[in-house]
């Protein structure tokens, strides 16, 4: 006999709309074991908390149903207020009746209906519950931080700062991902690398940051608060504990590559820093582009070494690091544009992509700062094309969100570094952000042309072979549009990086349908992932620009201390154990483990789980024939009890 | 009065129960008939549950999992695939209506897609009518 | 030409005397006289003069894996393996039960084995019609040849063009005779759960006494425990005092299992059975 206690949640008016919630509670109290049944407007504020507490003194109530919203809500408020009253808090069932029930009809009978046999099938299951202890473990003090963009750098320069340890690990040979190749920053217009490099030597000289370039996450073992993570340093062939960055290599080196830092728009060499304020300032050799590695003969770079720091033989190795948490902000591709045939891009020597403008209007860039053709004219029209792939049904139907933005930045820079005229061709303008609006007004001021229309078609002009023809529809004028222009600028879509799949399952997240990271709630938990200790930051989450990346860096951050601050850590409980007594020793449970929890004891001839190997999914229960395995909080008889109270109805 | 069908959900925690979550949070609506079993991983699903819903009087059983490859557990629903196909062809050759069994992969970010397979099955369970072979009478 | 019932029943005498007398194993597990000629009985012989009262017959129906895992892990057991039996004994090894190395595999090439509540030939109608051990150590005879090749899965041709309706009906018959004696679980060789699931009480799977939904559950269930792993011998058909034709239904499953999987229960030892293992390329039709 088990003493139950049903709180019935309005949540305002979201449950009670559609679901008669005091018809619910009168039900409820007509059902087995149910001792006290109530419901309340919002049960998750301190009224509704303290009513509950109050219930279980009251009426000795040892199983609790809070019939609200989802339990990936509010579950452990309500374990909360369980284990305060001296409840154990793994007697708390939740019913999910708004976000499962209410939400998604219209129709009072069909809602209220429902919602009573989830609440049966709940009261079924609540008799059987178990209270569960929970499993405290130590937990690691340090910090992975994966991919050393903005993002990456400002929440490692924010963990460090805390004295925590952090591990930055960047696949490429510098930090400072996408930003350092930007020329500006919209809408304050101030020089990109100016604000980025100060922070990426900061983490360069930080004691608490080890800075892990030119790696890679090869394998993620262990959980919250003990991940195991195993990082692959490709080779450099260059010893960079003897290089001492005096770059001499560089200038001998007769191997070329397309630099990757100038978006292939010039050739670097094949040992080579990507670009002058690299973070280290220590080269790497490009296999692919090395002379030595292509033809078997070359070596110039180690004759002109004198700290004889080349190492042809250098092999990938591999360091696994302990760390109680990680940050993953792994960024962002641009949308490859060319299978796009109708803009032409990578067939007429005239299409840009974004990225690839801002390394032209970057002095450090490929023609020094100067905004001039791939033939060296300086073009007199310029178009730039917003949402290319991006809010496009065929394609990606997000919003990049920051491509107004930095096409209004473009059309000034083209203003202030050419006399060309500069044409907007845009869907909506879209300026919601700190000084943004402001900046549109003053780009209009500028003399930039804004033409409402998705660019269209791009072609080779039939009258000037130099020239290329925008055409699309003015959708103010109704007028369809052909402008000859010189210079044609994409605004491609902001889509994940092409090694999303594979950060994905080391670190088990989800993904929307275009690939970003899900958090754990859209709203409430933007950082978090539904795998506990991992948190994410900046565009690989979804496009935004860099205040809101630093800040999600920051937010990140503090969340991933809020695990590392900490001794310990309780763990779910819900683990499976054997009952040696029905175990037959087929051994299922050994083989489909996907964490190597279940051993079998030889001596006893049962299979035996680790608790702290075992995250609770289950699969060994079900494969177990003779039902000896009991996935804790998720039993057997504690499902088929659900089901059959869930079914009466 | 038409047939209204009662259909035993069971979805896993981490992909299709949030992503029917993502459907209420985004107001789609579809019918009421089907009833959730949340577990941790469609992987704990015993082929006996299967068969304990139809005698209970489930018209239909709806199990929803994470897409292959993207398991929380990194291989649990590749284990359920196999185990629910063959519960599949067990229910078929028994005689039951293999249509009143459905196994879809919904992740956490497919609302939409949640609440068409519920709109379909559920239809789909009402023309095929009340299921009896397996209830068990009371 | 295949040799006969009794040249075989002499050599697995004169077999198990030696591996019993030169200690090579413990027990020989083999066949032993019953209550007439025609119901033979397993027997264990654990003298070299028990070797003497092993009986080969057609009768000897019985699949002898079933008693391998009852002895402690590391006994010498020499079994005489026919077809059937001996992909049992690949099957235990795949699950771990019992390991190849203790094991002496006595090959009996039998064809013409009868069963003998009707006295029929059992072919691969109620079995997988397969005549020579897969796997043996000692081939006692010569090897079975000549036998038309037939699909095991041929029978099913009638049962899977029947209507739903009716096959239901046509189970609901078969089951509902089910008087739960469960001798269908106890002469199966890879039934060696202790308890079996039904057999436990909480949660109750399924009603115990002999009831149309307590049946169904036993024995959907066990179909399903089952699947990749029944080798198809037909014992449990056969041990069945009311004549459920559960072969039938495991067929049905392995035939599935086979398509599904591209594996054959009980075939090579380095297989792992399918219902534990999963290919990332398997295809979703398969839950259609």
Same mark, same amino acid.
């Given at each position: 006999m088990s003493r139950i206690g049903v709180f019935v949640c309005h949540c305002g008016l979201n449950i009670a709309k559609t679901v008669r919630v005091s018809e619910l509670a009168q039900f409820a109290s007509?059902?087995?074991?149910?001792v006290v049944a109530k419901d309340y407007k +919002?049960?998750?504020?301190t009224p509704g908390q303290e009513m509950i507490a109050h219930d279980i003194k009251q009426h000795r109530l040892d199983r609790i149903i809070v019939t609200a919203c989802s339990p990936l809500m509010h579950e452990q408020t309500f374990r909360k207020v369980l284990a305060a009253s001296g409840?154990?808090?793994?007697l708390l069932t939740i019913v999910? !009746?708004? *976000?499962?029930?209410s939400w998604v009809t219209h129709d009072i009978e069909e809602g209220t209906a429902k919602a009573k046999a989830l609440l049966n099938g709940a009261v079924y299951r609540s008799r059987l519950l178990a209270p569960l202890t929970s499993r405290v473990i130590d937990v690691n003090d340090d910090v992975m931080v994966v991919g050393g963009g903005i993002a990456g750098i400002q929440a490692s320069l924010e963990l460090a700062n805390t004295g925590k340890k952090v591990y930055l690990v960047e696949?490429?040979?510098? !930090?400072?991902?996408h930003m350092a190749q930007f020329d500006k920053t919209f809408p304050?217009?101030?020089c990109s690398a100016c604000i980025l490099t100060p922070k990426m030597d900061a983490v360069l000289q930080h004691k608490n940051i080890t800075l892990m370039t030119y790696? *890679?996450?090869?394998e993620v073992k262990g959980f919250i608060g003990n991940f195991d993570v195993t990082i692959r340093q490709k080779?450099?062939?260059?010893?960079h504990s003897k290089c001492?960055?005096?770059?001499a290599c560089t200038e001998k080196c007769p191997g070329k590559g397309l630099s990757e830092w100038d978006e292939g728009l010039v050739n670097r060499k094949? !040992?080579? /820093?990507? +670009?002058?304020?690299?973070?280290?300032q220590k080269p790497v050799i490009d296999r692919d582009a090395c002379t030595f590695f292509k033809?078997?003969?070359?070596r110039l770079c180690e004759k002109v070494c004198e700290h004889k720091a /080349?190492?042809?033989?250098q092999q990938d190795t591999f360091t696994t690091v302990k760390v109680g948490a990680v940050i993953v902000a792994t960024g962002y591709d641009l949308m490859d544009?060319?299978?796009? /045939?109708?803009?032409?891009y990578g067939k007429y020597p005239g299409v840009y992509n974004a990225l690839e403008i801002e390394r032209l209007f970057n002095s450090t860039g490929p023609t020094g700062g100067k905004v001039t053709l791939r033939d060296g004219r300086e073009p007199k029209a310029i178009a730039i094309l917003h949402c290319i792939g991006s809010r496009d049904k065929n394609h990606? *139907? @997000?919003?990049?969100?920051v491509c107004c933005m930095y096409s209004l930045k473009f059309a000034h820079l083209f203003k202030e570094k050419t006399s060309a005229d500069v044409y907007q061709f845009y869907i909506d303008m879209r300026a919601a952000g700190k000084g943004y609006e402001e900046f549109y007004n003053r780009i209009i001021e500028e003399d930039v042309k804004f033409i409402r229309?998705?660019?269209?078609r791009v072609s080779k002009s039939a009258e000037e072979p130099d020239r290329l023809i925008v055409e699309a529809e003015d959708t103010i004028t109704g007028k369809f549009v052909q402008l000859p222009v010189d210079m044609v600028v994409l605004s491609p879509a902001m889509i994940p990086r092409s090694d999303t799949e594979s950060i994905k399952r080391l670190f088990n997240l989800s993904t929307d349908k275009y690939g970003f990271f899900m958090e754990? @709630?859209?709203?409430?938990?933007?950082?978090?992932?539904?795998?506990?200790g991992i948190f994410i930051a900046g565009v690989c989450q979804s496009p935004k620009d860099i205040p809101d990346t630093v800040a999600q860096a920051n937010g990140a951050a503090a969340e991933a201390l809020t695990i590392v601050e900490k001794d310990k850590l309780e763990l779910e409980a819900t683990t499976a154990m054997v009952n040696p007594a029905s175990c037959?020793? &087929?051994q299922n449970c050994v083989r489909v483990c996907p964490y190597g929890a279940p051993a079998f004891n030889e001596t006893k001839r049962v299979s035996e789980i680790n608790e702290a190997l &075992?995250?609770?999914?289950?699969l060994c229960a079900s494969v177990c024939p003779s039902a000896a395995i009991i996935a804790r909080h998720f039993t057997n008889d504690q499902v088929l009890a659900e089901m059959e109270g869930l079914m009466e109805f | 009065m038409s047939f209204e069908p009662k259909i035993l959900g069971i979805a896993c925690n981490w992909c299709t129960y949030t992503g029917a979550d993502l459907a209420g949070t985004t107001r789609l609506q579809y019918p009421q008939n089907l009833r959730v079993v949340r577990v941790?991983?469609?992987?704990?699903?015993?082929?006996s549950f299967i068969f304990r819903a139809f005698q209970l009087g489930a018209d239909g059983v709806l199990v929803g999992g994470c897409h292959p490859g993207d398991c929380h557990y990194n291989t649990g629903n590749l284990y359920a695939r196999r185990r629910l196909a063959v519960t599949k062809k067990i229910l078929e050759f028994s005689g039951?209506?293999?249509?009143?069994f459905r196994v879809e992969w919904i992740s956490a970010s497919e609302g939409n897609r949640y609440a068409e397979v519920v709109t379909e099955f559920t239809e789909q369970v009402k023309q095929l009518g009340?299921?009896?072979?397996?209830k068990i009478s009371r | 030409m295949a040799s006969s019932f009794k040249q075989i029943e002499d050599k697995l005498k004169t077999e198990a005397k030696k591996l019993l007398k030169t200690g090579q194993v413990s027990v020989v597990l083999a066949y032993g006289k019953g209550y007439d000629d025609n119901h033979p009985m397993p027997y264990i012989a654990k003298?070299?003069?028990?070797?003497?009262n092993i009986v080969f017959n057609e009768? %000897? =129906?019985?699949?002898?894996?079933?008693?391998?895992? #009852?002895? $402690?892990?590391g006994t010498k057991i020499a079994v005489a393996v026919k077809a059937a039996d001996s992909r049992a004994v690949i099957q235990l090894i795949q699950e771990e039960k019992v390991k190849r190395e203790d094991l002496i595999l006595l090959g009996l090439p039998a064809?013409?084995?009868?069963?003998?509540? =009707?006295?029929e030939i059992i072919d691969s109608? =109620?079995?997988?019609?397969?005549?020579?051990?897969?796997?043996?150590? =000692?081939?006692?005879?010569e090897e079975v040849h000549g036998q038309p090749v037939v699909?095991?899965?041929?029978?099913?041709a009638q049962y899977e063009a029947m209507d739903k309706d009716a096959r239901f009906e046509f189970w609901k018959k078969e089951f509902d005779?089910?008087?739960? %004696?469960?001798a269908c679980r106890k002469a %199966?060789?890879?039934?060696?759960?202790?308890?079996?699931?039904?057999?436990?009480?909480? $949660?109750?799977?399924?009603?115990?006494?002999?009831?149309s939904h307590g049946n169904l559950m036993y024995h959907l269930t066990r179909f399903h425990h089952l699947?990749? #792993? %029944?080798?198809?011998?037909?014992e449990c058909s056969r041990a069945c005092p009311v004549d459920i034709p559960l072969y039938l239904f495991h067929k049905k499953v392995a035939k599935e299992c086979e398509e599904m999987f591209g594996q054959a229960s009980g075939? #090579?030892?380095?297989?792992?059975p399918v219902l534990v293992n999963f290919r990332v390329d398997d295809s979703d039709k398969i839950l259609e």
């Open positions: 007509t059902l087995p074991d149910v +919002f049960m998750c504020s409840l154990n808090q793994y999910n !009746i708004r *976000e499962q029930v696949k490429n040979s510098t !930090i400072g991902g304050t217009l101030d790696c *890679e996450v090869s080779a450099r062939y260059v010893d001492n960055g005096c770059l094949a !040992i080579h /820093i990507p +670009f002058p304020q690299a973070v280290p033809k078997g003969k070359c /080349i190492d042809f033989d544009t060319k299978p796009l /045939i109708q803009y032409g990606y *139907e @997000h919003c990049s969100r229309g998705k660019g269209a754990r @709630h859209p709203k409430l938990a933007p950082l978090s992932t539904m795998s506990e037959c020793g &087929c &075992c995250k609770g999914c289950g | 941790m991983c469609s992987s704990r699903i015993n082929p039951i209506e293999p249509e009143r009340p299921q009896t072979k397996f | 003298l070299p003069s028990d070797a003497d009768y %000897c =129906t019985h699949n002898l894996a079933r008693y391998l895992v #009852r002895y $402690p892990k064809y013409g084995m009868k069963n003998s509540k =009707t006295g109608q =109620t079995t997988c019609g397969l005549y020579n051990p897969v796997l043996y150590d =000692t081939l006692l005879g699909s095991p899965y041929d029978v099913l005779k089910c008087i739960r %004696c469960y %199966c060789p890879m039934c060696y759960c202790d308890p079996c699931f039904i057999d436990q009480n909480n $949660p109750r799977w399924g009603e115990k006494s002999p009831q699947a990749g #792993r %029944c080798i198809d011998c037909g075939m #090579r030892i380095d297989d792992k």
